[in-house]
């Protein structure tokens, strides 16, 4: 069916999917199912692949493993399970008298593809093993009978549902692309695309669609997965300038006085970094807008002493500072720790977590209501609507990424907005610093104070365990402390790896059985682990046996010993985190991390974490091995997700495009010209609720 010519572009493109040449009413249900409604949800439907058949190829001509796609005939097909529940799928591909076999392992429903006498066309990686050339798990695209394969095009590939074949949908996208990539309105003005030497979104949605060689794919590419990073930057500089600019927060200057009377508390010398930090953050606080600001270090920086700067400097002024960790047993730490700093002031100190009974949680509240209270300490029970400050001048929050972004809003209370500092020991990638804390200015402490002595870590090899425990005795009677890491608390589920519980057992009547151990998990009540943690920390106790809730910030100076068993069951970021246990005091760290079943990939990170005690260095690996991961992920910061940009692939891009939009609004700061009110509009629609940009435009 047609729509009238004479409808606008816009209605054009709202067209229903299901009036589509070649859709209909049972197509557009099953197209429904991935999302797709309408015309224009069709033409930025953006294949999640592409065969290049300009490279069929005969199967003498194929090299070992180089990319291509091959035609031919199902001959034979041949399933059978290799014990132990696996399953092997061989399908054997004539073509004339040459043959190739393809390979699936454990995906039984493949053999539901294959008949004898088929077409087929396979687009993978060649191998050849002795003498017949083999694909595993290569893509597979059943011909109709008569269809000859398509060639000498790059093809599409899209997302599939069930009932909807991939010829099908490759031909309902191409038709709506052909009719409708005319309509869709061109947001970027003219002279930008000019000078960035983009092509117009006709020419991109075409030819990212069916692009006739590598070269307009990738401009097609380029443009989009720019475009999104360029709108992503704009939303961030919007939301930085509301900021700065609309929103008031108190003004908390360091005079030499204050600062002071604030150093004097100090046990130590603060090194050149937390010095400039300090001074950066200062400078924030004194200004009429609220300080959204970031600071990074690698474990045992020494973050700690400057938050407690910024809180004292919040109550020299008579306002109350709020101070969230991501666990308990951060949470009481901290107030140690500022405990001890603070007792000869009159500063007072609270600390707020799930774990209060109801009244007590009720006299906190209502001193904290009262000003009675200058700095209060907790966890996410900060967050709660009951908890009304009489006068917040600064939240800080330690670890940052176990939190949402969006919290800030939760604490933002009758038109003053406290000052924001964010505190990371996980170093953050750039590209996702650039990103998901785009909208915040960054400090750094890349020393760590002097006298820290460095870590030796190393690669635990089975054999070799009781030299290894030796060298834990030996310090341990030297009067140091260790730690026994293990991943899971008990033998429940998983009898591969080590638990906290048989670690426990054995270690307490057999290498360490003249030792004070003390057992810490996330399945103790906050009592029980809280009094562990005091005693590991007076040293009463000799050795922890835990799970990685330790992971995270707990600093005992004296602990230099670690053991890590089952290592293959951790992240990189997290293997560093539990070494930063170990590096806090004036004594060398040893670590020593076992790994029973090391596939390729555990290797490579075990590797890496041996290899460099750099943070930022191993979490720029991480990352690159294994992408941004959940705790960085734009969901989890309540953030829509990119449809085509990648942020491990495309990090040039995302400085191009970040470069820019600082350019286009250093210019024009709420982006109000008139040749950028479509790229506004366009970013408000997608950002403005996620970011908080309601009153932007
Ligand atoms: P992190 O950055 O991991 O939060 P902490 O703030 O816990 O690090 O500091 C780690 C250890 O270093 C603590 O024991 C702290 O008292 C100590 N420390 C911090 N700054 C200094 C300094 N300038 N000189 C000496 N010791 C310091
Ligand atoms: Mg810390």
Redesign the pocket.
């Known amino acids: 069916m047609n729509t009238a010519p004479n409808h606008s572009p816009d209605e054009q493109l709202l067209t229903p999917i299901q009036y589509l040449k070649g859709v209909g009413p049972q197509r557009a249900e099953l197209l429904e199912r991935l999302g797709l409604r309408r015309a224009i949800d069709l033409l930025f439907f953006f294949p999640r692949d592409y065969q290049d058949m300009s490279e069929l190829r005969a199967i003498p001509q194929l090299e070992e493993n180089v990319p291509i796609s091959v035609c031919g005939v199902v001959d034979e097909i041949d399933e059978r399970n290799t014990g132990t529940g696996r399953s092997m799928l061989g399908v054997l591909i004539r073509q004339e008298t040459q043959f190739l076999r393809a390979l699936w392992f454990n995906q039984p429903h493949m053999r539901q593809k294959f008949s004898v006498g088929q077409r087929v066309l396979l687009s993978g990686k060649p191998r050849l093993n002795s003498l017949r050339w083999e694909m595993t798990h290569p893509r597979v695209e059943v011909l109709a009978a008569g269809e000859d394969p398509p060639s000498g095009r790059i093809l599409p590939t899209y997302s599939l549902t069930e009932g909807l074949t991939q010829p099908a949908l490759r031909r309902i996208v191409g038709e709506s692309v052909e009719r409708f990539a005319e309509f869709v309105e061109e947001v970027l003005p003219e002279s930008f695309l000019a000078e960035k030497n983009l092509p117009t979104i006709a020419t991109a949605l075409r030819q990212i669609h069916s692009p006739s060689d590598n070269e307009q794919l990738n401009r097609a590419r380029h443009r989009f997965i720019y475009q999104e990073l360029l709108f992503m930057q704009l939303a961030l500089g919007l939301r930085r300038h509301r900021l700065q600019h609309d929103q008031r927060s108190p003004i908390l200057s360091a005079t030499a006085k204050i600062d002071a009377r604030i150093r004097r508390l ?6 050149a970094d ?1 010095q400039l930090a300090i001074a950066e953050i200062s400078h924030d606080m004194q200004c009429e807008h609220p300080m959204n600001r970031l600071l990074q ?11 407690e700067y910024a809180m004292l400097l919040a109550v020299a002024h008579k306002h109350q500072a709020a101070l969230m960790a991501p666990t308990e047993l951060l949470a009481r730490q901290h107030v140690r ?1 500022l405990a001890r700093d603070l007792r000869a002031s009159r500063v007072r100190i609270s600390l707020l977590t799930g774990s209060l009974s109801a009244s007590q949680r009720r006299a906190v509240l209502e001193q904290i209501a009262a000003g009675e209270i200058d700095l209060i300490i907790g966890t996410h029970a900060l967050l709660q609507a009951s908890v009304q400050f009489q006068r917040l001048g600064l939240v800080i929050i ?1 670890e940052q990424h176990r939190f949402g972004v969006n919290q800030r809003a939760a604490l933002r209370q009758a038109g003053i907005d406290p000052h924001y500092l964010v ?1 990371t ?1 996980t170093p953050i990638p750039r590209t996702i610093s650039m990103t998901l804390f785009g909208d915040l200015d960054v400090s750094t ?1 890349k020393q ?5 002595q460095a870590v030796h870590t190393y690669l635990g090899e089975e054999g070799q365990r009781e030299k290894w425990w030796e060298f834990f005795r030996k310090k341990l009677r030297e009067g140091r402390q260790g730690y026994v890491i293990a991943p899971l608390i008990d033998d429940s589920n998983d009898l591969e790896v080590l638990s906290v519980e048989s670690a426990y057992e054995n270690l307490s009547n057999g290498e360490l059985e003249a030792f004070r151990i003390g057992v810490l998990h996330g399945r103790q009540t906050t009592d029980e682990k809280e009094a562990v943690m005091q005693a590991f920390n007076d040293g009463e106790l000799q050795v922890l046996v835990a799970t990685s809730v330790v992971e995270v ?1 707990i ?1 005992v ?1 004296n602990a230099t010993l670690m053991t890590i068993e089952g290592g293959q069951r951790f992240g990189l970021a997290q293997l560093h985190q539990l070494r ?1 246990r170990v590096s ?2 004036s004594h060398p760290g040893y670590v020593c991390v076992y790994a029973s079943a090391k596939s390729e990939d555990a290797l490579h990170r075990l590797q890496a974490f041996v290899r460099t005690n750099d943070g930022f260095q191993l979490a720029e690996s991480d990352f690159q091995m294994r992408g941004p991961g959940d705790l960085f992920s734009l969901k989890q910061h309540g953030l829509p997700p990119f449809r085509i940009a990648d942020l491990t692939r495309d990090g040039d891009i995302l400085e191009e495009a970040r470069a820019d939009a600082q350019h286009l609004l250093g210019a024009t700061p709420n982006l109000d010209t008139e040749a950028w009110q479509p790229v506004k509009q366009r970013v408000l629609l997608r950002y403005g609720n996620a970011m908080d940009l309601g009153d932007v435009g």
Not at 297 to 307: F, N
């Open positions: 100090f046990p130590f010398e603060l090194t937390q270090g690698d474990v045992g920086s020494g973050k700690t002493v400057v938050a720790t330690d505190m020991a402490l760590t104070p002097p006298g820290r910030g600093d100076p930063g806090r005091g």
